[in-house]
């Protein structure tokens, strides 16, 4: 069996799914172990959520810091009441239509989900992932599991094993390896104990999807930086950064390949390694420079899926400065323009 610095990988056999090895990953969750698994949105660093010292151990792992609360995940929705009180019915309504999914719902906590899960707030993160490996995880490991992304903190979140892997070996127990994860952003975060449902962060459920259930849903982006004290959860301005400096460019198409053209030009000139995140359609107007170029395809859900590896690729060639297109604010191009904005440190170029 193949293993990183006393880390286990495990592949999951896809018809199969490797019911042994997930009963091995059930039984290290018992033991208080973390196991890194696949997800639809993004892999998962999982640890019994109501053992307090397997979580401590999930953020020595990420380096994170103790005030950024960590998701639960259940196996089925009458698992709410294992980890919240007081469920309002809109939970159970939403619970019906969105799980499993990416979808996570904010609830007051109850007693049995240990403070430092939370960060210490009497709120609780839940949701049901929809992703066969996790599902059977769960289910065997008879336990909520709590589980961030498992990258480093303020990395891209890992979309395969391997970015798991770069960040993590050696600091996790086993990670359950079942390739590229579907959608590729993670799960939409709702808080339904403020008086009026509120988007916390845009993901894999879109905002419209939302509305259809939730008319009133308020959304206010936030975007804070790093030296200012006390942030909301997920709200720190530099998160899922690469090493490169990001600047995003928006605007009518043309004008906008011809700006970003213009200064990768100017980049390459000063010496700088220039790196580029394109979709096909875009990747035409730059092949006469010499640049890294890393693809998100030609639609939403492709940009989605890519966006973390085409980030970590672009670092790995070693590039000083990336360059991008801000999507559009709709569907799962909200999320994607948020994760963007975060890793660009908040450089949007608007061209005229
Ligand atoms: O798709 C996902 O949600 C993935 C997969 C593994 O499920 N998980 C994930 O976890 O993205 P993480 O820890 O990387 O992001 C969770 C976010 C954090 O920004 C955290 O601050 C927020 O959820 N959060 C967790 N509990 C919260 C709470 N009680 N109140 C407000 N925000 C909370
Ligand atoms: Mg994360």
Same mark, same amino acid.
């Given at each position: 069996?193949?293993?990183?610095?006393?880390?286990?990988?495990?592949?999951?056999?896809?018809?199969?799914?490797?019911?042994?090895?997930?009963?091995?990953?059930?039984?290290?969750?018992?033991?208080?172990?973390?196991?890194?698994?696949?997800?639809?949105?993004?892999?998962?660093?999982?640890?019994?959520?109501?053992?307090?010292?397997?979580?401590?151990?999930?953020?020595?792992?990420?380096?994170?810091?103790?005030?950024?609360?960590?998701?639960?995940?259940?196996?089925?929705?009458?698992?709410?009441?294992?980890?919240?009180?007081?469920?309002?019915?809109?939970?159970?309504?939403? $619970?019906?239509?969105?799980?499993?999914?990416?979808?996570?719902?904010?609830?007051?906590?109850?007693?049995?989900?240990?403070?430092?899960?939370?960060?210490?707030?009497?709120?609780?993160?839940?949701?049901?992932?929809?992703?066969?490996?996790?599902?059977?995880?769960?289910?065997?490991?008879?336990?909520?599991?709590? $589980?961030?992304?498992?990258?480093?903190?303020?990395?891209?979140?890992?979309?395969?094993?391997?970015?798991?892997?770069?960040?993590?070996?050696?600091?996790?127990?086993?990670?359950?390896?079942?390739?590229?994860?579907?959608?590729?952003?993670?799960?939409?975060?709702?808080?339904?104990?403020?008086?009026?449902?509120?988007?916390?962060?845009?993901?894999?459920?879109?905002?419209?999807?939302?509305?259809?259930?939730?008319?009133?849903?308020?959304?206010?982006?936030?975007?804070?930086?790093?030296?200012?004290?006390?942030?909301?959860?997920?709200?720190?301005?530099?998160?899922? $950064?690469?090493?490169?400096?990001?600047?995003?460019?928006?605007?009518?198409?043309?004008?906008?390949?011809?700006?970003?053209?213009?200064? $990768?030009?100017?980049?390459?000139?000063?010496?700088?390694?220039?790196?580029?995140?394109?979709?096909?359609?875009?990747?035409?107007?730059?092949?006469?420079?010499?640049?890294?170029?890393?693809?998100?395809?030609?639609?939403?859900?492709?940009?989605?899926?890519?966006?973390?590896?085409?980030?970590?690729?672009?670092?790995?060639?070693?590039?000083?400065?990336?360059?991008?297109?801000a999507p559009r604010s709709t569907g799962l191009g909200?999320?994607?323009?948020?994760?963007?904005?975060?890793?660009?440190?908040?450089?949007?170029?608007?061209?005229?």
């Open positions: 069996m193949p293993y990183v610095a006393d880390t286990f990988i495990a592949q999951i056999d896809t018809d199969s799914g490797s019911p042994e090895t997930i009963a091995l990953a059930g039984d290290i969750i018992r033991q208080g172990g973390l196991v890194a698994f696949p997800t639809e949105t993004v892999y998962g660093l999982g640890a019994n959520a109501f053992d307090e010292a397997a979580i401590n151990r999930i953020f020595e792992a990420k380096q994170r810091p103790a005030n950024d609360p960590i998701i639960v995940h259940i196996a089925i929705p009458e698992n709410i009441f294992a980890v919240a009180r007081d469920v309002p019915d809109v939970a159970a309504t939403l $619970a019906q239509i969105f799980w499993p999914g990416p979808l996570t719902l904010i609830l007051k906590k109850n007693d049995a989900i240990p403070g430092n899960v939370t960060a210490n707030r009497d709120t609780v993160a839940v949701r049901i992932p929809n992703h066969p490996v996790a599902l059977s995880l769960l289910r065997t490991a008879g336990v909520p599991i709590g $589980a961030p992304s498992a990258n480093r903190f303020s990395r891209p979140s890992p979309t395969r094993a391997e970015h798991v892997l770069n960040d993590l070996a050696g600091s996790v127990d086993v990670v359950l390896d079942s390739g590229n994860t579907p959608i590729g952003v993670e799960s939409t975060i709702i808080d339904l104990t403020s008086p009026r449902p509120r988007l916390l962060r845009p993901g894999g459920t879109s905002l419209e999807a939302l509305r259809e259930h939730l008319p009133d849903i308020d959304y206010q982006p936030q975007y804070i930086a790093d030296n200012q004290s006390a942030p909301a959860p997920g709200s720190l301005l530099k998160h899922y $950064a690469p090493q490169a400096a990001v600047t995003l460019y928006e605007g009518e198409r043309r004008a906008t390949i011809a700006r970003m053209h213009e200064v $990768a030009s100017e980049q390459i000139a000063k010496g700088q390694k220039v790196g580029l995140l394109l979709s096909d359609a875009d990747i035409g107007h730059f092949e006469d420079l010499h640049v890294e170029i890393a693809t998100l395809g030609d639609s939403e859900s492709t940009s989605a899926a890519r966006l973390y590896q085409a980030l970590r690729e672009l670092d790995t060639t070693g590039a000083d400065v990336i360059l991008a297109r909200l999320a994607i323009r948020d994760r963007l904005i975060r890793a660009a440190e908040g450089r949007l170029v608007t061209v005229e």
